[in-house]
């Protein structure tokens, strides 16, 4: 049987209310041989059902983190902001993590993993930092713009076979304060920190760049996504 990858979902507030997923990662769950079902907010007794019926989990990208989460004051280069998109997240990510679901998160989702954990964030790179690298460059959505440099004993070297490769970048908040249970296992060369994994979990890994819009180019990175299917195929 195909595992069942649950990929939480985005909150618009403005306008018409609704819940989103960006097709991106639908694909990269279909391509590695899940099955993708969406998560939207609802409360925590319904999102512990349905977390009992799926093997692993995705949290996406997406807007800003609430800095009051890691008490922080709300910097003012945070931009959107949505309460009830954190909830989701950090209430799907604890029940994942006490079940030791497979868990992957991009990007916001690598961020909010280290927030729900108990770690902070840079609110705005540019601002908070002395970083020479643009974290948010004009270029395709697809195409690598930066070096990192990845721990040599990481699950993450070992899914990637490197321990250097470049990646896209559309951020500017990233992991400050790393969550106790946690390692850092790629930083860029301003120091930036691009992933982390838990140190206590079988798979348990943030990315802060977005590997599923570089799989046509780039197909290295098809190995995060299967490598979370073969975690998830155990879990049966």
Same mark, same amino acid.
């Given at each position: 049987?195909?595992?069942?990858?649950?990929?939480?979902?985005?909150?618009?507030?403005?306008?018409?209310?609704?819940?989103?997923?960006?097709?991106?990662?639908?694909?990269? %769950? !279909?391509?590695?041989?899940?099955?993708?079902? #969406? +998560?939207?907010?609802?409360?925590?007794?319904?999102?512990? =059902? *349905?977390?009992?019926?799926?093997?692993?989990?995705?949290?996406?990208?997406?807007?800003?983190?609430?800095?009051?989460?890691?008490?922080?004051?709300?910097?003012?280069?945070?931009?959107?902001?949505?309460?009830?998109?954190?909830?989701?997240?950090?209430?799907?990510?604890?029940?994942?993590?006490?079940?030791?679901?497979?868990?992957?998160?991009?990007?916001?989702?690598?961020? %909010? !993993?280290?927030?729900?954990?108990?770690?902070? #964030? +840079?609110?705005?790179?540019?601002?908070?930092?002395?970083? =020479? *690298?643009?974290?948010?460059?004009?270029?395709?959505?697809?195409?690598?713009?930066?070096?990192?440099?990845?721990?040599?004993?990481?699950?993450?070297?070992?899914?990637?076979?490197?321990?250097?490769?470049?990646?896209?970048?559309?951020?500017?908040?990233?992991?400050?304060?790393?969550?106790?249970?946690?390692?850092?296992?790629?930083?860029?060369?301003?120091?930036?920190?691009?992933?982390?994994?838990?140190?206590?979990?079988?798979?348990? +890994?943030?990315?802060?760049?977005?590997?599923?819009?570089?799989?046509?180019?780039?197909?290295?990175?098809?190995?995060?996504?299967?490598?979370?299917?073969?975690?998830?195929?155990?879990?049966?």
């Amino acid at each position: 049987m195909k595992p069942i990858i649950g990929i939480t979902c985005g909150h618009q507030w403005e306008g018409i209310e609704r819940y989103y997923v960006n097709q991106a990662y639908v694909t990269s %769950i !279909l391509q590695a041989g899940g099955i993708p079902v #969406l +998560i939207p907010y609802m409360n925590v007794t319904l999102l512990a =059902q *349905i977390l009992k019926q799926v093997q692993g989990i995705l949290i996406p990208g997406g807007i800003d983190i609430d800095a009051n989460l890691f008490s922080h004051d709300i910097h003012p280069q945070c931009g959107k902001i949505d309460p009830m998109w954190d909830e989701l997240d950090i209430t799907v990510i604890r029940i994942a993590l006490a079940r030791n679901l497979p868990l992957l998160g991009i990007c916001r989702g690598c961020q %909010i !993993l280290n927030v729900a954990c108990g770690g902070s #964030l +840079i609110q705005d790179i540019p601002s908070q930092t002395q970083s =020479q *690298i643009n974290h948010r460059p004009e270029a395709p959505k697809w195409y690598a713009t930066h070096e990192i440099s990845i721990q040599p004993d990481s699950k993450l070297s070992q899914i990637l076979h490197t321990t250097n490769t470049r990646v896209n970048s559309f951020h500017h908040q990233a992991v400050l304060q790393v969550a106790p249970g946690f390692q850092v296992t790629a930083v860029a060369n301003d120091g930036i920190i691009e992933a982390i994994e838990s140190v206590e979990h079988d798979y348990v +890994i943030g990315v802060q760049w977005h590997p599923e819009l570089m799989l046509d180019y780039y197909p290295e990175f098809k190995n995060l996504f299967s490598e979370l299917i073969r975690a998830a195929s155990l879990k049966y």
